[in-house]
């Protein structure tokens, strides 16, 4: 895993995540703060969403939805001709999807696939992307730190990103359909192999895989986040105002 820094940013500092904690912690009641801690201790790091040029934004909110629900802290989104569709207008109808999911995952917005190939590579993950020839099937995902990968709504992931994979997985189909949307290629993904690696985490007697020190800092931008006046309150008790 590369080196993480964990210093917050705010106005041109760079603060430890446990100043930044201590300073907001009184502000926040004893049950949200336990339920962020919770959260955060059921977390997953070695289990990441990657996806290639998204264009539609239901599809692009309904993926974050899905991943924060099941625990995955860590989405990389290559931007090739289109943005990540997340940016929203005053309270759009996406709003109802997202479920504001936004705020408590890792969104990684890259240029390039090869960015997000050597995104996953620093952490030590294979990447596994979704096809519908694949030479695995769902089930045989491998219980390692892994990236799924899904492309474009249309064409799917392109070939040189295929190329550039561990390996390809298809979902098995029954019907006479040859293909799911792509947020419902997601959430059966992520749900089936999640499940794998929490059945294995709890065999260990661990509920997630997020370092200390990385809960510590998600902790920290979370409060953050949660409150409008956050950081004029941290600029007042680190003496930043």
Known sequence: MPPEDDAI??????????AVIEALAPHVSDSRLARMRGVLARRLGSVALGVEDLHH?????????????????????????????????PD????????????????????????????????????FGAGPRGERTLAELPDRPLMVL???????LRPE??????GVFRIPMYGFCESFNVSVSVGMTLAAHTARVR??????GRAGDLSEARQRRLLAEWLLADHRAAPAIVRRKLGLA
């Open 92 to 127: 759009p109808p996406e709003r109802k999807i997202t479920m504001a999911a936004h705020r408590w995952i890792s969104l990684h917005r890259l240029p390039t696939s090869a960015d997000l190939v050597r995104w996953a590579r620093d952490r030590g993950m294979l990447i």
């Open 199 to 204: 059945a294995r985490l709890a065999a260990e």
């Open 57 to 89: 934004s239901h599809n692009g909110h309904a993926c974050l939805r899905t991943a924060e629900a099941l625990g995955v802290q860590d989405a990389v989104a290559v931007e090739l001709r289109h943005a990540y569709p997340l940016d929203l207008p």
């Open 9 to 18: 940013p705010l106005d041109g500092h760079r603060l430890p995540p446990a």
């Open 161 to 166: 990103t295929m190329a550039a994979c561990d």
């Open 150 to 156: 899904f492309g474009n709504e249309k064409e799917g």
